[in-house]
C-alpha cells in the first residue's frame, strides 16, 4: 500500500485548500464532531431551502484526511435532498469500511479519492467524522426550532 | 554473547549493537523497512531475557503462590517473592513489605486514592497536582473528590514546560492532604526537580505520592532519598511486560490504610462474623497476582542494573541532545516543552502538517512515534494545541534511527506542507 494512494493529489489540495471553510452564522442546522483519539474538532453548517441543502460549510481543525474529507463533502452534498445527502452517507461508509464491490466508485465523483484510507484502519474515523457530524446535524430537529 | 555479559566489567559507554540483539522485536520489518521504534514512553520492548523467564516459569513452575505445600507452589512463590525483592532492591525500599503488586501505575494510584483518600478525606480538604499531569494522575483523584468533597487543586506551568514551584508552593496550605505530582512528564520529558516539591510539602506534613512511570525506566530512583510517601511505576515502561506495576508505600501510612479489594490472599481467616485481614504486602494484593508479570519485571530490572542505570541516562542523554540538534533543522518544526531538564522524549508540531499525519507518513518509513493528546489533555489546552507528535527514545535505540526520524519529516512535509 502506497502513501499516495491515500495521500492523493485532490486530497492534498483540499487540505491545502479546503473548500467552504467557513462559519455560518444563518445555519439552519448545524453540529458538532469530535474525534479524542487524534483530536479533530468539526463544525458543520447547513442552509436548508426546504428539504433541499441550499448551502452547506464546516470549520476547525483536523488533520489531513479529516478537513479534504470535510472539504469534499460540502461540495458533494450541496443542492441535494436530505434523502440523496443520506444516501451518500451510507455508500461513503461502505467505501471507507468495506471492500468497495457493488459500489459504483466512480458515481462517487472526486469523493472516490477517500478509497484509498480503507487500507489504512487508524485513519478510517479521520474521513467519516465530518459525515456523521452532518447526518447529526440533519437529524436534530430540536435545533429547528430554535431558529 | 548478550549485551549484559559484555556490559559486565566495562565501565565505559553501553555497546547498542549487543543490546539490540538482546531485543528480537527491533529486528523485525514493518512495511517492508527496518523498525525505528521511537515510541518508548507510550511501552517500551523487551528483551530475550524477559521474554525467557516468563515462558521458563510458565514451562517449569507454575502454579498458585502463597497456597500449596508442594514443589511447584513453593518455586512459585519463592520466584515471586524473590521478584518483589528485585523491586525492593531496584528502588532502596526499606523492605518488601512497602511493595505492592498492581496491575500498573494507573491502579497503583486508584489504590491510594480509594484506600488512603476515600476514608480520610472530607469536604474542605484540598489534593494537590500540576498541570502536566498523566490522565491516571488526574481523573483518580477527580472521583475521590466527587466521593468525598475534598478539591482539587492544579499547580501551573510555565511555557517551557516546568511545574511553577512558587504557583506550587502558594497553593500548600493546611487544607492540603496529599501531593501527587509526576517525576517525569510523559507528554513533554520534563524531570520535575521533585526534592524541592517534596520538601516543600514535607515542611507542611503533607504526603507525596510520585508517579514515576516515565521515571524509572531512565533513571535511578531511591525511594528513601526522595522521601516520597507513594511511588508507583509500570513494568511494561521499564522493559518489562504488561499488566505489572509496583505501588511502593510507606509502611507507617499502608499498615494504617484499609484494604483496597478483598478476596483471596488477602486474609488470614475469614468466617460471615469476621475476617481478619493479612499483613503487608499481602493486605493489598487480593486475588491470584500477575506472577509470570512479576517474575518478568524481575527479569527485566536483573536486565536495567547489569547494564547500569547511570550508563542507561547517559546513552538516553546523548541521544537527546542529538535529536534535538537534528531536528531543530527540520524547516517548521516547533519544539512542546523546553526544560532544561528533560528525559529522552521530544514533542514537536510542524506547521502545516497535523500530527496525525506525521504517525502515519512516519509509519510508512518503519519509524513509530505517538502523536495524539498523550493522555494529558490539560497540557495539550496548555499549549493550544489538539496534539503533538512525540519521540521518546530508549537505550536501545541508535542515531541513524533519529536521522531517519529526520528525513521522514522532511517527507512529510514535502507531501503535505
Redesign the interface.
Known sequence: MDLKDLYRDIIVDHNRHPRNFREMPDADRRADGFNPLCGDKLTVFVKLDGDRIADVSFHGSGCAISVASASLLTESVRGKTIAEAEGLFSQMHQLLTRDDVGIDVTSLGKLGALSGVREFPARVKCASLCWHTLDAALHQQDQVSTE | MSAVQAAAGDAGALDVVAIRRDFPVLARTV?GVPLAYLDNAASSQRPRAVIDAMSHYYETSHANVHRGVHTLSQEATDLFEGAREKVRHFINARSTKEVIFVRGTTEAINLVAQSYGRPAFSPGDEILISWLEHHANIVPWQMLCQQTGATLRVAPITRSGEVDFDAFAALLSPRTKLVALAHVSNALGTVIPVHRFITAAKARGVPVLLDGAQAVPHMKVDVQALDCDFYAFSGHKMCGPTGIGVLYGRESLLNAMPPWQGGGDMILAVSFDKTVYNGLPYKFEAGTPDIAGAIGLGAAIDYLEALGMERIAAAEHALLEYANEKLANVPGLRFVGTAPEKAAVVSFTID??????LG??LD?EGVAIR???HCAMPV?EFYGL??TARASFAFYNTRAEIDRLVEALHTARE??G
Open positions: 512495511r502545516k502538517v497535523h500530527p496525525h499525519d502515519t507518513i510508512h502523536t495524539g493528546h495539550m489538539p496534539a507531501m503535505l
